[in-house]
């Protein structure tokens, strides 16, 4: 049964901003720099006013989660992160909507925000007969700047709140490689961003990308002995090595135009000045494919680590065995000057 008009879901309204054009370009499998070129060309007269170096960008995002059970299983309770929050630096939610089918009767679905910030969907059902299917979609507007240099956006942190993000996790837990390796980063350069720079640049190349390599529980420290693992694995890394450098960093859960599986990266927060010790300026740094996110990437939810912000996660009563699998469609719809 489909559920979505139920949930409380923002119904889908107009963008605001001007001069909007369409974006006629799947981006379900291309490559991400050939996808977002191919986008951008794709829109007619893309020059900004010349009061403003920065354009706006809407993406639209279609994913589609489906268990398959190998028997009928009672008291389902689920767990959903894949809507993003209503804002996110610079960008911002304009619509969502979520529908679940599977279950013999109407789920009880809730949505809550977490100690994070993000958007929570919660799903129970009493049994679900062999097949459960989460189908979410959503339009969000984002900042593209022709700058070389990604812009910075700076956040206001509470001491408590740098506090849970300098802490370490069972995940992002240093063995004395990691250690060694933070000690001599620290002493690479006296600044906190030169230091996260220089993290960065030593994440991006500790380990090989290869797919299958790993699995969602493994520490950046078996990664690092393993050689090889895939995007969580770089970000557990960095982040290892960023709260060691005392810098507050959290994992970014989202999606990049051109992959087919989600994507994951780090924000790393360093103070904006000393005249203002609570506001943080927002280095953002995606080790697995070694460069600065921007054009393409959309925020989903930030954590501590990958078990703060998994997309799907739950549990049920029964002996069945459930399989997962995943289909993904994002593209650029639209592309138009500043307001």
């Not at 070389?148 to 992002?172: C, D, G, K, M, N």
């Not at 557990?236 to 960093?249: E, G």
């Not at 005249?275 to 460069?291: E, F, G, I």
């Amino acid at each position: 049964m489909a559920v979505g008009s139920e949930i409380g879901c923002c119904r889908f309204r107009q963008v605001a901003h001007s001069r909007l054009r369409p974006a006629q370009v799947s981006l379900a499998s291309d490559a991400w720099a050939e996808a977002c070129l191919m986008a951008l060309r794709a829109c007619d007269d893309l020059t900004p006013a010349p009061s403003c170096n920065r354009s706006r960008v809407v993406y639209r995002v279609e994913q589609r989660y489906c268990y398959v059970y190998s028997e009928a299983v009672r008291a389902l309770d689920h767990r959903l992160i894949v809507v993003p929050r209503d804002s996110h630096g610079d960008q911002r939610v304009l619509d969502y909507d979520v529908a679940v089918t599977g279950m013999d009767d109407a789920p009880s679905i809730r949505w809550s925000t977490d100690e994070f910030g993000n958007r929570v969907c919660w799903v129970r059902a009493d049994r679900v007969h062999r097949t459960l299917t989460f189908h979410a979609t959503y339009h969000v507007e984002g900042a593209h700047s022709d700058h070389v240099e990604p812009r910075q956006p700076v956040e206001i942190l509470s001491l408590a709140e740098r506090a849970r993000l300098l802490e370490p996790t069972v995940l992002t837990m240093p063995d004395s490689v990691l250690t060694r390796i933070a000690e001599g980063i620290a002493e690479s350069d006296s600044t906190l961003e030169g230091r996260a720079n220089n993290a960065f640049t030593w994440g991006a190349s500790a380990i090989q990308y290869r797919s299958g390599s790993t699995a969602v529980s493994t520490t950046a420290a078996q990664a690092i002995a393993g050689g090889a693992g895939v995007c969580q694995d770089f970000s557990h890394i960095l982040l290892s090595l960023l709260r060691q450098l005392s810098i507050p960093a959290r994992y970014v859960s989202g999606q990049l135009l051109g992959e087919e599986a989600p994507h994951s990266w780090v924000e790393a927060l360093v103070p904006d000045g000393e005249a203002k010790p609570d506001h943080m300026r927002v280095l953002s740094y995606d080790p697995t494919n070694r460069r600065n996110p921007g054009l393409g990437y959309i925020t989903v939810a930030v954590g501590r680590d990958f078990q703060d912000v998994s997309p799907t996660s739950g549990r049920f009563v029964g002996r069945a065995q459930s399989t997962l699998s995943y289909q993904k469609r994002a593209e650029i719809i639209a592309v138009g000057d500043c307001a």
